[in-house]
């Protein structure tokens, strides 16, 4: 299997591409949404609410603020995470921006 040949690619295709890979599993979706609901930092509910194990809470957790979309705070022995809204907003604008640009097909296309 081949690289992916990512500087062929500009700086917003690429990112848009990581966003995405980040966001295409389902337990991250219900993550956000969980948090987007709530309003307020999570601190531990995730297992209950989510019904995965803690592990893979925890991974998901990390791939999610690695992108930037949530960020976590410690208090005590456990981590807090909420949206990151600043980062929500900007990813919004340039899937708002991406989704706009691209014209769709009249019925006939295809």
Same mark, same amino acid.
């Given at each position: 299997?081949?690289? #992916? ?18 966001? *295409? +599993? ?7 949404? $969980? ?8 601190? *531990? ?14 991974? +998901?957790?990390?791939? /999610? ?6 960020? *976590? #705070?410690?208090? *005590?022995?456990?981590?807090? $995470?909420?949206?990151?809204? =600043?980062?929500?907003?900007? /990813?919004?604008? #340039?899937?708002? =921006? ?13």
């Amino acid at each position: 299997m081949g690289l #992916t040949k990512t500087e062929n690619f500009t700086a917003e295709q690429n990112s848009i591409s990581t966003v995405s890979k980040v966001l *295409g +599993h389902p337990a991250r979706i219900a993550i956000l949404q $969980y948090l987007a609901q709530q309003q307020s930092c999570i601190c *531990g509910d995730l297992v209950d609410e989510i019904g995965l194990a803690q592990p893979t809470i925890s991974q +998901h957790l990390k791939e /999610l603020k690695r992108i930037g979309i949530i960020k *976590g #705070t410690i208090e *005590g022995t456990s981590v807090c $995470y909420c949206i990151d809204i =600043t980062k929500w907003n900007q /990813l919004k604008n #340039t899937f708002n =921006t991406f989704f706009g640009s691209i014209d769709a097909c009249n019925e006939e296309c295809c």
